[in-house]
């Protein structure tokens, strides 16, 4: 099964769910979508909007695709899966600013997680194949903790603006 989660942020993420909606006939694999606070109602897949607990969902999938918060990061520690990461991303108004994708790319780099920003890059191809299972050892764990403080920092100071 291949699950995908964009999460509880209140703005829409119709880029992603529209795009495996549009795959999904093209998998032979039963696909389920966390859906939140998107418009969009997918077609081909089951889906649901919020759950009490996703981890049933994560326990059960042999793929997962994440929007990319801080929560992908519990995520990668907890599970030994592959996981693909797709930011929200502010020019298409999925967020106030970048902070997804620049989350993302620094896990990319220090864990090997798939992130893709151009949403034609997820294809049938890539969710039957993708097996990669990100790794985060415990000097990258540092790495990390301090590049979220510095993101939370800058975050706080746009909102007091």
């Given at each position: 099964m291949?699950?995908?989660?964009?999460?509880t942020?209140?703005?829409?993420?119709?880029?992603?769910i529209?795009r495996i909606?549009?795959?999904?006939?093209?998998?032979?694999?039963?696909?389920?979508?966390?859906?939140?606070?998107t418009?969009?109602?997918?077609?081909?897949?089951?889906?649901?909007?919020?759950?009490?607990?996703?981890?049933?969902?994560?326990?059960?999938?042999?793929l997962?695709?994440?929007?990319?918060?801080?929560?992908?990061?519990?995520?990668?520690?907890?599970?030994?899966k592959?996981?693909?990461?797709?930011?929200r991303?502010k020019?298409?108004?999925?967020?106030?600013?970048?902070?997804?994708?620049?989350?993302?790319?620094?896990?990319h780099?220090?864990t090997?997680i798939?992130?893709?920003?151009?949403?034609?890059d997820?294809t049938?191809?890539?969710?039957?194949?993708?097996?990669?299972?990100?790794?985060i050892?415990?000097?990258?764990?540092?790495?990390?903790?301090?590049?979220?403080?510095?993101?939370?920092?800058?975050?706080?100071?746009?909102q007091?603006?």
């Amino acid at each position: 099964m291949i699950f995908v989660t964009i999460g509880t942020h209140p703005g829409q993420f119709d880029r992603l769910i529209k795009r495996i909606d549009e795959i999904a006939p093209h998998i032979k694999e039963k696909i389920i979508i966390q859906t939140g606070f998107t418009k969009y109602v997918p077609k081909n897949v089951e889906h649901f909007v919020f759950a009490e607990s996703l981890e049933p969902y994560f326990r059960d999938a042999r793929l997962v695709i994440s929007h990319s918060a801080t929560s992908l990061l519990e995520f990668v520690l907890s599970n030994k899966k592959p996981i693909i990461t797709v930011p929200r991303q502010k020019k298409f108004g999925e967020h106030i600013n970048d902070h997804q994708v620049e989350f993302a790319e620094a896990l990319h780099l220090r864990t090997g997680i798939k992130v893709i920003l151009n949403i034609q890059d997820i294809t049938p191809q890539l969710l039957k194949e993708y097996k990669t299972v990100p790794i985060i050892k415990k000097d990258n764990l540092v790495k990390l903790q301090s590049f979220f403080k510095k993101i939370f920092k800058e975050i706080e100071n746009e909102q007091r603006k």
